[in-house]
């Protein structure tokens, strides 16, 4: 008879928070419950802004769900085609969240980790080979990956030696690097992630290394992916101390407002985003996130969804803003190139972004618009005289250069920073 587990504990650091259940006679389906000694804490670590309530204590009801889980797990996860191919390479349903989470609980994002506590005996089934731990004798080009890396595009987790070279540890598990592989559908993904993050770099955001490396050059990679062209590699912030061994936690905003993968572009909207910011971390946090959502409507970047902000925890308590990922610019990638992946005041032209656009977006959720507005002009100039700065140096196809500069001229509030109207010291015309 197999082993199938029906409870997962559910650790933040060292901190069990609660417990997963399957519940098996009901068919596919699962529930969260707090333990009762971190709900007892009064100095409990943080594990998701999406579980306080107003006097700062925990607001939560568990909730049975079919199939998924309760969406902070579920943000957890892969999406897309990394979630099919880690299913697959685990021999887990693609659909099923429950299994994902027990095969990859050891490396989740962040400090929270998942380790099963309590089994039942069942017959065994290979077509559902969910807890098939990797050492039945197959080869080690078919062990198992046990890493999760929450996002859409092919990468992995990798170890940086002291030779520099990057190398994918046995099993998937354990790295303190991501490593993103090119597109098979977009051209230069990699290149234009790198570019993107330098010019960031540039203009002043908190940015982790970053690196741009031959394919060829990625020790470990499975069996069956191409080798040719680059790769995108960036430091993991998540992950601390010389070796990358400390878990630092954090949490994307789809976590935050509690809703899955599925629903990253829906309702909410950018002020959403801010107003949390605000409240949580104050002047210094909404400072950081006008300027880093000014940098990506310069460049383009219309993929800053919820799950493209995320917070982090260095004192495992008190949310900051965590550093720039996921930066690149869309705008010769999509069919509507013009759109933001939220809202903003209203709108989501990138063509609608101007100083009036922004005092009203200031005034509608209750912010300091002196402080938003100040933000947003030395951000824009900044970015505009970064992306000159390092334009002899972008190793991207021209066209997407032209692609981005011609969006510059296009977006109102880049253009009032051009304009001698603006007065001394705000602007300088983008260098060519």
Same mark, same amino acid.
């Given at each position: ?19 997963? +259940? ?12 707090? @333990?009762?000694? $971190?709900?007892? @804490? ?14 700062? %204590?925990?607001?939560?009801? !568990? ?7 309760? /969406? ?96 994918? !540890?046995?099993?998937?598990? %354990? ?27 540039? &203009? ?6 970053? @690196? ?9 990679? #499975?069996? %069956?992916?191409? =080798?040719?062209? $680059? ?11 010389? =070796? ?25 909207? $950018? ?20 300027? =880093? ?13 919820? =799950? ?5 925890? #260095? ?7 965590? /550093? ?7 705008? +010769? $990638?999509?069919?509507? /190139? ?35 507005? +100040?933000?947003?002009?030395? &951000? ?22 032209? &692609? ?15 304009? /001698? ?12």
């Amino acid at each position: 008879m197999a082993r199938e587990a029906l409870t997962l504990a559910v650790y933040l650091n060292q901190t069990q928070v609660g417990t997963l +259940t399957r519940l098996p006679q009901r068919g596919d389906l699962n529930v969260f419950v707090f @333990d009762d000694h $971190y709900l007892d @804490d009064p100095q409990r670590p943080t594990l998701s802004l999406g579980f306080k309530n107003k006097t700062g %204590g925990i607001a939560y009801t !568990p909730r049975v769900y079919n199939t998924g889980a309760h /969406p902070f797990f579920t943000n957890l996860l892969p999406e897309g085609k990394l979630r099919e191919y880690i299913a697959a390479r685990n021999g887990v349903s693609v659909v099923r969240d429950f299994p994902l989470l027990l095969t990859l609980g050891e490396d989740l994002p962040g400090a929270v980790s998942i380790t099963p506590v309590e089994f039942e005996r069942r017959s065994p089934d290979r077509s559902d080979p969910s807890l098939d731990d990797g050492r039945n004798g197959v080869s080690s080009e078919d062990q198992p990956l046990k890493f999760s890396l929450a996002g859409v595009q092919l990468k992995f987790s990798a170890i940086r030696n002291n030779s520099e070279k990057l190398t994918i !540890p046995a099993y998937g598990r %354990g790295g303190s690097w991501i490593v993103k592989l090119p597109s098979d559908q977009f051209e230069a993904v990699p290149e234009n992630e790198f570019v993107m993050m330098r010019v960031a770099a540039r &203009a002043g955001l908190a940015v982790p290394p970053v @690196d741009l490396v031959a394919e060829s050059s990625v020790e470990g990679l #499975p069996q %069956g992916m191409k =080798k040719s062209g $680059y790769a995108f590699a960036i430091r993991r912030f998540d992950r601390g101390g010389p =070796k990358g061994g400390e878990r630092i936690h954090i949490e994307d905003f789809a976590q935050v407002f509690r809703l899955p993968p599925s629903r990253k572009y829906g309702k909410i909207s $950018y002020g959403n985003i801010a107003e949390v910011i605000w409240s949580e971390i104050g002047p210094q946090g909404l400072r950081e996130f006008i300027e =880093k959502l000014i940098f990506n409507i310069a460049i383009g970047n219309g993929d800053m969804h919820l =799950k493209n902000w995320s917070l982090i925890y #260095p004192d495992r308590r008190t949310p900051q803003l965590a /550093p720039a990922y996921d930066y690149l610019s869309t705008l +010769t $990638y999509v069919s509507t /190139p013009e759109t933001m992946a939220l809202s903003l005041a209203g709108t989501r032209s990138f063509q609608e972004v101007s100083v009036g656009l922004l005092a009203r977006f200031a005034q509608k959720h209750e912010l300091p618009s002196d402080l938003v507005l +100040t933000a947003a002009l030395e &951000a824009g100039e900044r970015a505009m005289d970064a992306w000159s700065d390092l334009r002899g140096e972008m190793g991207i196809p021209r066209y997407m250069i032209d &692609a981005v500069e011609n969006h510059m001229q296009s977006v109102p509030l880049l253009q009032t920073i051009l304009s /001698p109207a603006h007065g001394p010291g705000i602007g300088s015309a983008p260098r060519r």
